[in-house]
């Protein structure tokens, strides 16, 4: 039974309500994206168990802790750096429905849990109003990125992800764009002056020229 999206985005706050971003990256960024109603509470669980467990070396899954009962986020404003990063990703070009999608930035707001600066980032999800113009493609990720160098002097990547035409939500991943192995070192999203924007082409991505 394949989640839709509407699912597969609470799954993804559920997974972060109690879990690390390392095991959020094994979960969300390695295909394993699940919804409550698709899979039963205890495969959760036990599944984010095994990601703890080898992500803490060994670690018992017992010491996850994981609500996994009904959701009770609060709506709330979406954070400043997130939605000056996600602007400026999305002002790189006006294709791929990318002025749509900044329609539906201006209006956003998110339903995560308030940053603590002293934990890493993972992701950040975005709440769209239901009467938004669309983007097309309607389930992709959008093919403008931006790259920089963390304070461990790794290169990261920051993608946006959009589910039935509406933003869905922001990630970080390792520059190879799969998920971060183990709890990346940073503790903010980069401001649009720290990072290059490059683009998906035939070639392979390649910087933006403005």
Same mark, same amino acid.
């Given at each position: 039974?394949?989640?839709?999206?509407?699912?597969?985005?609470?799954?993804?706050?559920?997974?972060? !309500?109690?879990?690390? #971003?390392?095991?959020?990256?094994?979960?969300?960024?390695?295909?394993?994206?699940?919804? !409550?109603?698709?899979?039963?509470?205890?495969?959760?669980?036990? !599944?984010?168990?095994?990601?703890?467990?080898?992500?803490?070396? *060994?670690? %018992?899954?017992?010491?996850?802790?994981?609500?996994?009962?009904?959701? &009770?986020?609060? $709506?709330?404003?979406?954070?400043?750096?997130?939605? #000056?990063? =996600?602007?400026?990703?999305? %002002?790189? $070009?006006?294709?791929? *429905?990318?002025?749509?999608?900044?329609?539906?930035?201006?209006?956003?707001? &998110?339903?995560?849990? +308030?940053?603590?600066?002293?934990? +890493?980032?993972?992701?950040? =999800?975005?709440?769209?109003?239901?009467?938004?113009?669309?983007?097309?493609?309607?389930?992709?990720?959008?093919?403008?990125?931006?790259?920089?160098?963390?304070?461990?002097?790794?290169?990261?990547v920051?993608?946006?992800r959009?589910?039935?035409?509406?933003?869905?939500?922001?990630?970080?991943?390792?520059?190879?764009?799969?998920?971060?192995? *183990?709890?990346?070192?940073?503790?903010?999203?980069?401001s649009?002056d720290?990072? &290059?924007?490059?683009?998906? =082409?035939?070639?392979?991505?390649?910087?933006?020229?403005?």
């Amino acid at each position: 039974m394949e989640p839709d999206s509407r699912a597969r985005r609470e799954a993804l706050r559920l997974v972060r !309500r109690g879990a690390a #971003a390392s095991v959020l990256g094994g979960l969300a960024w390695a295909g394993w994206e699940v919804a !409550r109603r698709a899979v039963p509470a205890e495969a959760v669980r036990d !599944r984010l168990g095994d990601l703890a467990a080898r992500a803490r070396g *060994g670690a %018992s899954s017992s010491e996850l802790h994981l609500d996994v009962g009904e959701p &009770t986020w609060e $709506t709330r404003d979406l954070d400043d750096d997130v939605r #000056a990063l =996600t602007d400026a990703i999305l %002002s790189q $070009t006006e294709d791929y *429905g990318a002025l749509a999608l900044r329609a539906q930035l201006a209006r956003s707001v &998110t339903a995560d849990a +308030p940053h603590d600066p002293r934990q +890493p980032i993972d992701f950040a =999800t975005f709440e769209i109003p239901e009467d938004v113009p669309l983007a097309v493609p309607a389930d992709a990720e959008f093919p403008v990125r931006a790259r920089f160098v963390g304070p461990d002097g790794e290169a990261y990547v920051v993608a946006l992800r959009v589910d039935e035409g509406r933003l869905a939500y922001v990630r970080l991943a390792g520059i190879d764009g799969g998920a971060v192995d *183990g709890v990346a070192p940073v503790r903010s999203w980069p401001s649009p002056d720290q990072v &290059t924007f490059w683009i998906d =082409t035939i070639k392979g991505p390649e910087p933006v020229l403005r």
